[in-house]
């Protein structure tokens, strides 16, 4: 079951080329906070941004569904028609990333473009669904997000230059609620390989990794630009985990090329 667009809290600005763009675990859309200040400036038509928070975090219901990314992206087509968008350039960082293939699986006729940052289209190993399950059981049980932030998770999400943002991540952090921390988890658990659904589509694809990403190896990116060779990679010097908040300049830049890309046909 999918929620209904009034269930789901977006932050939108500008207008041209739809630019949808999917937030981290686990935080919420206002980490977008300077792409839709900065996006809707370009040469040109411009981008329509729009930045929803996925299920459960930020200002959206988590809903009653099993845990399955595929929900979340059934969630994005149905914000797409509310909005009277057709088409969109789907981008994602992190859990966003996972989330942006998904929608590419399961609505590829949706997509003019895609863009995949500090993600993997790799399934997750045994040992690191058997941590998320940790993680998901834990948060549960004491009904609180204190491990996240005991383990540190916004300092290991940033590169070492980024360090300054943590208090900023942190609160992110903090406002996750339990039920959507465990739920996230085990989505991102049970998600499959999806590096067939990436050579398969036929639309621009851009890839963005941090070249100091202490959770995503370089090795990921380059196995999806394998899959699509057409595809740009943006290596970002000294950026970690959370390229957009630690280099929004290099990444915005990936970015306004992918969409001249999609605007040029």
Do not use: C
């Not at 329509?48 to 928070?53: G, M």
């Not at 399961?106 to 190993?125: F, I, K, Q, Y």
């Not at 290099?250 to 969409?259: E, G, I, P």
């Amino acid at each position: 079951m999918t929620l209904l667009p009034s269930a789901v809290s977006v932050r939108e600005s500008g207008t041209g080329t739809p630019l949808v763009l999917l937030h981290a675990f686990p935080l919420n859309a206002s980490m977008w906070s300077a792409q839709l200040d900065t996006l809707p400036d370009l040469t040109g038509d411009g981008a329509r941004v729009l930045a929803p928070d996925q299920r459960g975090f930020g200002g959206t219901e988590l809903g009653a569904d099993e845990p399955s990314l595929d929900a979340v992206a059934d969630d994005l087509a149905l914000l797409l028609d509310a909005a009277g968008i057709e088409r969109a350039v789907v981008g994602g960082i992190s859990m966003g990333g996972y989330v942006a293939l998904a929608f590419a699986r399961r609505h590829p006729g949706r997509l003019s473009g895609l863009l995949l940052a500090n993600t993997r289209a790799t399934a997750d190993t045994d040992a690191v669904r058997a941590n998320r399950e940790r993680i998901a059981a834990a948060v549960t049980a004491r009904d609180s997000v204190r491990l996240l932030l005991d383990e540190q998770v916004a300092a290991k999400q940033l590169g070492p230059d980024s360090q300054h943002l943590v208090d900023r991540v942190e609160a992110m952090v903090s406002a996750a609620r339990p039920a959507a921390v465990a739920w996230a988890q085990r989505a991102m658990a049970a998600r499959p390989e999806a590096l067939d659904v990436l050579s398969g589509l036929r639309v621009p694809v851009a890839v963005v990794a941090g070249a100091q990403d202490p959770l995503v190896a370089p090795e990921e990116a380059e196995l999806m630009v394998r899959a699509r060779p057409d595809a740009e990679l943006t290596v970002i010097p000294g950026a970690g985990h959370l390229s957009a908040l630690e280099a929004p300049e290099a990444f915005d830049a990936a970015v306004r090329a992918l969409l001249r890309r999609v605007t040029a046909g």
